[in-house]
């Protein structure tokens, strides 16, 4: 949802095909997973799912080694609480990274503190660069990068011409046609 994005006229999305067997997550800490965009009581049915798989899986889960069935359900209910939203946003069909450097620390993960809405904060930044680390290499930019879409604004063609400008830069092939105005009309 664009208006989810603040009061700022220049916003965008960007659509990147990242690889479902890269092996860069494991090297930068990162779990990919896809929003559940789910009502509340869909919600409590995959916990109670969860549960009953638990219940029919309980010889199995006893040969699985602690640590590792610990670290297996953190991981499903980190997860969920990050990536769970309304149903209402299902047309978004958003995945997320989740990067927890407390807990999986990535060497590669860079660190700088940022103010983001007058709020600072502490972002880490994903090296979409082949160059930073043989590691990373199929998750680079240009190799990933699938199109853009230009949010709702007055400033489409200023907006594209920059963003042309960028993604050549950047490597990306046939950047011209790879951006895409949203057709969501503007609101006052």
């Given at each position: ?9 220049a ?46 899986d ?25 990536c ?27 660190s ?77």
């Amino acid at each position: 949802m664009w208006r989810a994005f603040g009061a700022n006229p220049a916003r965008v999305a960007i659509v990147l095909n990242v690889p479902s067997d890269s092996l860069a997550s494991f090297a930068l800490g990162i779990t990919f997973s896809p929003v559940a965009y789910l009502s509340e009581s869909a919600a409590h049915n995959v916990v109670d799912n969860v549960i009953k798989n638990v219940e029919c899986d309980c010889v199995f889960l006893q040969g699985v080694q602690r640590p590792v069935l610990v670290e297996t359900v953190f991981r499903m209910l980190l997860a969920g609480a990050v990536c769970l939203k309304h149903e209402g946003f299902h047309e978004e069909r958003e995945w997320r990274a989740i990067y927890q450097p407390k807990i999986w620390p990535s060497p590669l993960m860079k660190s700088s503190t940022v103010v983001v809405a007058g709020v600072p904060q502490v972002i880490y930044e994903i090296p979409l660069d082949a160059k930073a680390s043989d590691q990373v290499a199929d998750l680079d930019f240009a190799k990933m990068f699938d199109h853009l879409i230009i949010g709702p604004t007055p400033y489409v063609w200023p907006m594209y011409e920059a963003l042309v400008d960028a993604l050549v830069k950047s490597g990306v092939p046939d950047a011209s046609k790879r951006i895409v105005p949203s057709l969501i009309p503007i609101r006052a």
